[in-house]
């Protein structure tokens, strides 16, 4: 790290030749020079002058902060003064300032908030299934197989990571087709038959799509948590005599309740951003069974030009995930 | 953590936002539509060989792609100083960059796809180049050739901005030898469907393979139902006219079918689907596009051993609904006269009988009824029918906002079918929501 807290080099000049000079010398009192070298500083070295001013943490931030500036901080801000327009791609010549109208309408709009209320069952219960079956897989993994055997099979149980979703979606939407499907194929004899893309079932479709593609992620961070916990607790439990229950309720989840944030979080914010597989099986149906926002967004930004509207649903969202997600991350940081 | 958080947080924003944002290089909204440069030849004339440039064209990747990449060499030898790089993609990429080629100072595309939707509003933008002057000028085109239906898409405020390239028809297709072992004939209005497609429901195979997929699928295959019917999507003053018995009647039909013939748990069907069901003998017929004919009845096609069983008739009732792409000339391109080199070319009736006998969706009436199409291509019957499909149809909408207008329609009529709706209810919200659309509300 260069420079720290309460640096002691903010207002003290620089070297004559500070170039050659190593950043972590900052601190040595030797180099300062007196407020005479300072005087005599030519002008044309005043963005010099400026460097041991700022920090020169600071300095080497600089260029972060520019490509973040300009490719969060301004779309961000343009999107923002968008949502405030009515700005339709196509129609740019008649864009004006409407206020909140965009918000405004987008509580009336029946399908927003079907989107929305769709999206929050999505994420909950996505997520939710995800940590139990990753944290199972994990502790299956971890007791049962050992070294190379568990490397081998957790780098297998990882490939549904590695799909793009939209393919996952393509394939799920013909494995799934009660005529040319495979799983309906294998239910039929079984006396199955299931309607998984009808109105009742189809966002727990879209759900059990993502389960399984992103399980192996729940897998992989938690069966890294676990291997990383102190083996101490677990011997003075087993010492104690404690069950592999009560172990696993008063030892491993509260050690592991870190990472379990850190996955929940990491997983609940990708899963906010579902799309793929609405966008290739069921388009927002039936009705509006599987309508996310995401979905609405690209719907009406791009398919239907207006991107102000688009703009005003999006920032929804962005309050939304802000209101559920800092309080988590804090709580996360704390510990 | 305040920082890391608020960071983080920073992240997460721009990843659901930036979607929305048409980014660092777009112009600011209240920028007037770009306007053709100056030097550009408003006057158009026929185009001379020795024209030169280098045009980028974009089309989706379909079959219909490769038909042209592979005429690329003739057009070559008819103008060898226009060099023309094909960009094909998918039909949503394709959308989202002809629009950002629009937006752009230095524009991506010389050449473009419109899809029918689009071209009220592309048009209506200033996006696109009129192209009356250089049809008139260019000696032999017979754009009359076209039939009228395609062309008045084509036409906005009394000016042509695009040549028809593909037709989207929609059609009957079904299995002659089904038909004929019940004794059947295709049918001509809507009972005559229900009785075919109940009478073809049997043995394992289902009567009517559907597409009743939210949005712009349900809508493209109901349309049909509600002509047949007696009804109207738009009125002659561009009223939306679906509030009416006709439409009513047209979707209980259409819910009636779906329950008791067409493939159980087949509501997010698309036409892929369709194809592929009635390519398997599991089902005995579909309305799809006209050009599904030949692509089932080609051997190794997606008809297996059923290909050349396969025959297409007009839709019930006869009027059909209509999609189709048009080639235009975006009006900020630099490359106008050799886009319009190559668009003149590739749609000239010599080089579109080419295209045609390689596979491509006709277009040109005299095309349709030339012998030598029939004989090279896919015989007589297919060409006249598309021919008659084509002659009476209309599009889903014609007019602003035709997208988001058309599916406005279908997620009504797919949550009927769905059950979370009524009959009435779909109605009554499908003709209030597609009039809002059009009236820009």
């Known amino acids: 790290m260069i420079g720290g807290r309460g640096d002691p080099t903010a207002g003290v000049p620089p070297p004559p030749s500070w170039s050659n000079r190593h950043p972590c010398h900052d601190h040595d009192p030797g180099h300062a020079p007196s407020g005479e070298s300072r005087r005599r500083q030519p002008r044309g070295a005043s963005v010099i002058r400026l460097v041991p001013r700022l920090g020169i943490r600071h300095v080497f931030l600089a260029p972060l902060l520019i490509v973040l500036g300009g490719i969060v901080a301004y779309p961000l801000l343009y999107s923002l003064w968008l949502s405030f327009t009515n700005f339709n791609i196509i129609k740019q010549d008649q864009t004006r300032l409407v206020g909140l109208d965009q918000y405004l309408g987008l509580a009336a709009n029946e399908t927003y908030v079907a989107g929305l209320v769709n999206t929050l069952v999505f994420v909950g219960l996505a997520v939710a299934i995800e940590l139990v079956l990753g944290l199972a897989l994990a502790l299956a993994l971890q007791r049962v197989l050992p070294g190379r055997g568990r490397n081998a099979l957790r780098s297998f149980l990882l490939t549904p990571m590695f799909v793009t979703p939209i393919a996952v979606g393509l394939m799920f939407r013909f494995l799934l087709n009660q005529q040319l499907g495979l799983i309906p194929a294998i239910l039929e004899p079984l006396g199955v038959r299931i309607d998984f893309f009808g109105t009742q079932l189809a966002l727990f479709s879209i759900i059990a799509i993502d389960v399984w593609q992103w399980t192996p992620f729940m897998l992989l961070l938690l069966l890294a948590g676990l291997e990383s916990l102190p083996p101490q607790p677990f011997e003075a439990a087993k010492v104690d005599g404690a069950g592999t229950w009560f172990t696993f309720r008063n030892v491993t989840l509260p050690l592991l309740r870190p990472v379990i944030a850190v996955a929940a979080l990491i997983r609940g914010l990708d899963a906010f951003k579902v799309f793929e597989y609405v966008f290739a099986i069921t388009r927002g149906g039936p009705g509006s069974a599987t309508e996310t926002l995401q979905y609405q967004v690209y719907r009406t930004g791009f398919s239907f030009f207006r991107l102000g509207e688009a703009a005003a649903m999006a920032f929804v969202l962005v309050v939304i995930v802000l209101l559920l997600i800092v309080p988590l991350y804090r709580r996360v940081g704390d510990r | ?441």
Request: aromatic fraction near 10%.
């Open chain 2, 1 to 441: 953590m305040r920082t890391p958080t608020f960071g983080a947080m920073a992240v997460v924003v721009a990843l659901v936002t930036t979607a929305c944002s048409s980014g660092a290089g777009s112009p600011s909204p209240t920028q007037a539509p770009v306007t053709p440069a100056p030097g550009q030849s408003a006057d158009a004339s026929a185009p001379p060989a020795t024209i030169s440039g280098d045009i980028k064209v974009i089309m989706e990747q379909v079959p219909d792609t490769d038909v042209v990449a592979a005429m690329l060499a003739d057009f070559n030898k008819a103008y060898p100083d226009v060099k023309v790089t094909i960009d094909g993609m998918t039909y949503d990429q394709m959308r989202d960059r002809i629009v950002s080629s629009f937006l752009t100072p230095q524009p991506t595309y010389d050449m473009i796809i419109v899809d029918n939707p689009w071209m009220y509003d592309f048009a209506s933008g200033g996006f696109l180049e009129p192209l009356d002057e250089r049809i008139a000028a260019t000696e032999g085109y017979a754009y009359d050739d076209y039939a009228a239906p395609l062309r008045d898409i084509a036409t906005v405020d009394g000016k042509i901005y695009g040549v028809p390239f593909y037709n989207y028809g929609l059609g009957l297709i079904y299995r002659k030898d089904l038909y004929q072992a019940a004794g059947l004939l295709p049918p001509t209005a809507l009972d005559d469907l229900v009785a075919v497609a109940t009478k073809l429901n049997t043995g394992g195979r289902t009567g009517l393979a559907m597409q009743p997929q939210k949005g712009y699928k349900i809508f493209e295959e109901w349309g049909n139902y509600l002509f047949a019917a007696g009804g109207s999507i738009q009125d002659a003053d561009n009223k939306v006219a679906l509030d009416s018995p006709e439409a009513r009647r047209a979707l209980q039909t259409y819910i009636d079918l779906y329950k008791s013939v067409a493939p159980a748990n087949s509501l997010n069907w698309a036409f892929d689907e369709a194809l592929r069901a009635v390519g398997s003998d599991q089902a005995a017929q579909m309305i799809s596009y006209n050009w599904m004919l030949p692509t089932l009845n080609k051997p190794g096609g997606p008809g297996g051993d059923l290909a050349g069983q396969f025959a297409l008739a007009p839709v019930p009732g006869g009027k059909a609904i209509l999609g189709a792409w048009y080639w235009s000339i975006p009006s900020n391109s630099t490359q106008k006269d050799a886009a319009w080199a190559f668009i003149s070319w590739l749609t000239s009736k010599e080089q579109d009988t080419q295209r045609v006998i390689a596979g491509g969706a006709p277009v040109r009436e005299s095309v349709m009824t030339d012998p030598n199409v029939w004989a090279k291509g896919f015989g007589q019957d297919y060409y006249e029918t598309a021919a008659k499909i084509l002659a009476n149809s209309a599009p889903l909408a014609d007019g602003p906002n035709a997208e988001e207008s058309i599916n406005v329609v279908g997620d009504a009529l797919n949550a009927a079918v769905a059950g979370q709706l009524s009959v009435d209810e779909a109605i009554k919200q499908a003709a209030t929501n597609m009039q809002a659309v059009l009236d820009g509300q």
